[in-house]
T-cell receptor
Framework: AQRVTQPEKLLSVFKGAPVELKCNYSYSGSPELFWYVQYSRQRLQLLLRHISRESIKGFTADLNKGETSFHLKKPFAQEEDSAMYYCALSGSGAGSYQLTFGKGTKLSVIP | DTGVSQDPRHKITKRGQNVTFRCDPISEHNRLYWYRQTLGQGPEFLTYFQNEAQLEKSRLLSDRFSAERPKGSFSTLEIQRTEQGDSAMYLC????????????FGSGTQLSVL
């Protein structure tokens, strides 16, 4: 069974401080990992995915297979980063069309 | 707005009634997904369509739930004999290719079962 754990329900940081949103996963195969974000009154949208090795809005995430983690990081938080962040996993096996989401972490950036 | 649209935005119903939700994906997307989200939880996968074929269904989906995508365009999700535990946000998403591609989500239908 695949599982995603986001240990923090709420994370508050000051503007300009570094941010790290934690994500740990459980999956027996080779997963693909994603971060989705939901800003206030907006739809859930993709922030970044491991397969693309991209950096979006200053955020990066590194897959650590040894620690089964995919933490989201940003060196300097901005007020507009305040949102709900969800880590998600997709299995790599045949027919694995579903994303398994964590419970989410609410990031609050204090001005 | 050319994104994923869902109708209605809100639905209040009495226990035991049937409800149906509609999702219109982005026009060139042949993959469509339904998720359910309750308070304090992340979205939970319900079902997946590739064109008109329903290829995957979660074990969470009881016999009271049925989904269709008759012409490979819009999709409907019906819940029969609603229960209070069905109260949730029902999210639809679509994508152009496979699961590793970006999912585009709709705004959701908030169901309240009284």
């Amino acid at each position: 069974a695949q599982r995603v754990t986001q240990p923090e329900k709420l994370l508050s940081v000051f503007k300009g401080a570094p941010v790290e949103l934690k994500c740990n996963y459980s999956y027996s195969g080779s997963p693909e990992l994603f971060w989705y974000v939901q800003y206030s009154r907006q739809r859930l949208q993709l922030l970044l995915r491991h397969i693309s090795r991209e950096s979006i809005k200053g955020f990066t995430a590194d897959l650590n297979k040894g620690e089964t983690s995919f933490h989201l990081k940003k060196p300097f938080a901005q007020e507009e980063d305040s949102a709900m962040y969800y880590c998600a996993l997709s299995g790599s096996g045949a027919g694995s069309y579903q994303l398994t989401f964590g419970k989410g972490t609410k990031l609050s950036v204090i001005p | 707005d050319t994104g994923v649209s869902q109708d209605p935005r809100h639905k209040i119903t009495k226990r035991g009634q049937n409800v149906t939700f509609r999702c219109d994906p982005i026009s060139e997307h042949n993959r469509l997904y339904w998720y359910r989200q309750t308070l304090g939880q992340g979205p939970e996968f319900l079902t997946y369509f590739q064109n008109e074929a329903q290829l995957e269904k979660s074990r969470l989906l009881s016999d009271r739930f049925s989904a269709e995508r008759p012409k490979g365009s819009f999709s409907t999700l019906e819940i029969q004999r609603t229960e209070q535990g069905d109260s949730a946000m029902y999210l639809c998403a679509s994508s152009h290719r496979g699961p590793y591609e970006k999912l585009f989500f709709g705004s959701g239908t908030q169901l309240s079962v009284l």
